[in-house]
């Protein structure tokens, strides 16, 4: 059975770090690409970050140059560095085998981000 555990969310000041981590089970995490995902209540679920089973990585405009993505293999966990927070940051974040934005978010266990101005 799959398993994805997240924590490492919070409240924090815009310009603060928080560091999110996956903690997975149930597969083959080092073949597996894997993704965080976060969703605003009333908006799509956004795919943030990617890391590929090789380790290259992927972002999206609104993280590019703030989040880094990074995984433990050995410890089959996945890892989101969030530096300069914004308050638009501020989202329930998800992680998963990267797959469908909109199911990932409908059924995923995540952890809360907020940022306050």
């Known amino acids: 059975e799959v398993e994805l555990v997240v924590s490492g969310g919070g409240s924090v000041q815009a310009g603060g770090s928080l560091r999110l981590s996956c903690a997975a089970s149930?597969?083959?995490?080092?073949?597996?690409?894997m993704g965080w995902y976060r969703q605003v209540p009333g908006h799509e679920c956004e795919e943030i970050s990617v890391i590929f089973n090789y380790g290259g990585t992927h972002y999206a405009d609104s993280v590019k140059g703030r989040f880094t993505i990074s995984k433990d293999d050995a410890k089959t966990t996945v890892f989101l560095q969030m530096n300069s927070l914004k308050p638009e940051d501020t989202a329930m974040y998800y992680c998963?085998?990267?797959?469908?934005?909109?199911?990932?978010?409908?059924w995923g266990h995540g952890t809360q981000v907020t940022v306050s101005a």
């Open positions: 149930g597969f083959t995490f080092d073949e597996s690409d």
């Open positions: 998963a085998m990267r797959g469908d934005p909109y199911f990932i978010c409908s």
